[in-house]
C-alpha cells in the first residue's frame, strides 16, 4: 500500500490535540508497519518531530495559509507521488483529491449551537473553513475515523452518515504519563509549590473556563488549604475579563498563568498536582483526562459528551454547568483521604484501556480493509 497522510502542522513548536493525536499515530506506525509505504505531509516547522526510515517519508509542502495547503499543495503533491490512498487527520480535507480519501472527523462541533461571545479569530475563521468544507467531503470518504461512540453515535444522527462507514478508534497515552516518585523541581518552571489544582483551560467556550473559575472560587471560600489554580495557556485579558463580570477579585491572586506548556513537562505537573479539572462542555475524546489518570491525579470531569465514556463508570462527574458540584468534589477529595486514594488508583487502572499502539494497529487494520474495498471495485 501507498498511503498519504495528513499531519499539517506537527512540526509546529506549540502543538495541540489534533496535532499530537496524528504524531502517536504516526510514530507507532513506523514501529509496526515495515511493510507498507507511507507519505507523510505535513508543513516545514522548528520542531522536526519525525524522521524518515525507509518505508515511511516526509514530504514538506509551504504554502502561506492551511486552506491553500490542503487545497491545493496537498492534492498535487499526493498526485506527483501516485499514494493510492490519503488520509486526512484533522477534521478537513482537499475538494477535489483524485484518490480514495480516509478522513479523521474527531468531532462536529462547528456544526452545533455557537457561543456569539467568542471573539477568537483564529477560532472563527477555523470554525467557517469547517463548516465550508466538511460537508462537501464526506460523500467522498472511503471511511470517517471518530475518536469515541459518543461522538461516532453524534455524526451519524446529524449528518445522517451511513453506520458502515463510521470507523470508532480510540485515542492512546504516552506511556512516560505515569506516577513519578521524583518529580525534581520542574514544576518552578510555572508555580512556585507543589499540590496545586490544574486546569487546562482556553477561550473556546466549550472548555467551560468562567464556570470553573467560579467554581474553584466557591472552593477557595471553603478550603482549609486554599490551593492555587494552574491555568495553562489562557489570555490573561480574557481571564480579568472573567474575574470582573463574576466579582471573583478575591482570587485573583491564587491564579497562576504560565502560558504555554510544553508537553514533556505535563508528566511532572500533572504528577506535582493535588488534583486536575477536566470540567469542558463538550470533548469528544479527552486526552488530558487519561494522561492525569495514568499519573495517579484524581480527576474531577464533566458528566456530558465523551467523558463518561472515557473516565468510566467511577470516575468523579459533575454537572459542568453546575459550579457548586466542582467545588463540591474538590472539597470531598481534601476532606476524605480515602475518597483521594480510590480515585488515584480507579485513574490508574481506566488509563491503562488506552495506549497509542492499540489505536495503531486498529489504524493500519482500517487501511488493509479500504484498499482491499478499492481492489475490488475495480476489478
Known amino acids: 500500500m501507498r498511503i498519504g497522510i495528513e499531519a499539517q502542522r506537527i512540526f509546529r513548536k506549540n502543538k495541540h490535540g489534533m496535532d499530537y493525536v496524528v504524531l502517536q499515530e504516526i510514530l507507532e506506525l513506523q514501529q509496526i508497519d515495515k511493510r507498507n509505504e507511507y507519505f507523510v505531509f505535513v508543513k516545514p516547522g522548528p520542531d522536526r518531530c519525525v524522521s524518515d526510515t525507509r518505508n515511511m517519508h516526509v514530504i514538506e509542502l509551504s504554502t502561506p495559509s492551511y486552506p491553500l495547503w490542503e487545497q491545493y499543495a496537498l492534492p498535487r503533491a499526493v498526485k506527483q507521488l501516485e499514494v493510492g490512498l490519503l ?27 455557537r457561543d456569539k461571545e467568542n471573539h477568537s479569530l483564529y477560532q472563527n475563521m477555523g470554525w467557517l473553513y469547517r463548516r465550508l468544507v466538511v460537508p462537501r467531503i464526506l460523500r467522498k470518504c472511503k471511511r470517517i475515523i471518530t475518536v469515541s461512540e459518543f461522538e461516532k453515535d453524534n455524526i451519524i444522527s446529524k449528518l445522517h452518515i451511513p453506520e458502515s462507514k463510521m470507523a470508532m478508534i480510540y485515542n492512546g497515552y504516552n506511556e512516560w504519563f505515569q506516577p513519578m516518585e521524583h518529580t525534581g523541581e520542574v514544576f518552578k518552571k510555572y508555580i512556585d509549590e507543589r499540590g496545586y489544582i490544574m486546569f487546562l483551560g482556553n477561550t473556546d467556550p466549550k472548555k467551560n473556563t468562567e464556570r470553573t473559575l467560579v467554581a474553584y472560587a466557591k472552593y477557595v471560600r471553603q478550603s482549609f488549604f486554599k490551593r492555587k489554580l494552574l491555568l495553562a495557556d489562557l489570555d490573561r485579558q480574557y481571564l480579568k475579563d472573567i474575574i470582573i463580570r463574576n466579582n471573583l477579585e478575591d ?5 497562576v498563568l504560565p502560558g504555554y506548556i510544553e508537553n514533556r513537562d505535563l508528566p511532572y505537573l500533572y504528577n506535582d498536582a493535588f488534583a486536575f479539572l477536566y470540567t469542558s462542555l463538550r470533548e469528544s475524546f479527552g486526552i488530558p483526562l487519561l494522561e492525569a489518570m495514568a499519573c495517579g491525579t484524581p480527576v474531577v470531569t464533566s458528566n456530558t459528551s465523551s467523558m463518561p465514556e472515557i473516565g468510566g463508570a467511577d470516575a468523579i462527574l459533575v454537572n459542568p454547568e453546575s459550579s457548586d ?33 492499540n489505536t495503531a494497529e486498529q489504524l493500519l487494520a482500517l487501511y488493509k480493509e479500504v484498499y482491499s474495498e478499492i481492489r475490488s471495485e475495480i476489478k
Open 87 to 113: 488520509h486526512c487527520t484533522s477534521n478537513t480535507a482537499p475538494l477535489r483529491c483524485g484518490v480514495p480519501l480516509v478522513l479523521t472527523l474527531h468531532d462536529i462541533i462547528f456544526l452545533e449551537p
Open 251 to 255: 482570587i485573583e491572586d491564587m491564579l
Open 325 to 357: 458540584e466542582i467545588a463540591a468534589k474538590l472539597i470531598q477529595l481534601e476532606r476524605d483521604a480515602d475518597f483521594y486514594r480510590q480515585q488515584s488508583e480507579y485513574g490508574l487502572r481506566q488509563a491503562k484501556l488506552f495506549s497509542w499502539k
